[in-house]
């Protein structure tokens, strides 16, 4: 079983930064895939960008130039590094870490963007 604790949201003004993290615990293998997903009020939650355990990542469209997904292997962590903010950006960020044995979500993290 794994356990994924996300930490660093805030409310932030339009232009802002933030970073958020991710500590995962428990049963997790060499190989996997972390990412950060966001769900708005009213929409259906939706991929923001991923990153494999060796470095690999995906970001989805809306965020590409803005934000950065890094990860310490040694730590368990997985990072999410969020310029140039928008209120569009306003959602509950999720961590998720996919392996061969187990596909598991943290609680969320809420980030409000102001205009």
């Known amino acids: 079983q794994v356990q994924l604790v996300e930490s660093g949201g805030d409310l932030v003004q339009a232009g802002g930064s933030l970073r958020l993290s991710c500590v995962a615990s428990?049963?997790?293998?060499?190989?996997?895939?972390m990412g950060w997903y966001r769900q708005a009020p009213g929409k259906q939650r939706e991929l923001v960008g991923t990153?494999?355990?060796?470095?690999?990542?995906n970001y989805a469209d809306s965020v590409k130039g803005r934000f950065t997904i890094s990860r310490d292997n040694a730590k368990n962590t997985v990072y999410l590094q969020m310029n140039s903010l928008k209120p569009e950006d306003t959602a509950l960020y999720y961590c998720?870490?996919?392996?061969?044995?187990?596909?598991?979500w943290g609680r969320g993290t809420q980030v409000t963007v102001s205009s």
């Open positions: 998720n870490l996919k392996q061969a044995i187990s596909d598991a």
């Open positions: 428990g049963s997790i293998l060499r190989i996997n895939t």
């Open positions: 990153i494999t355990s060796i470095g690999s990542t």
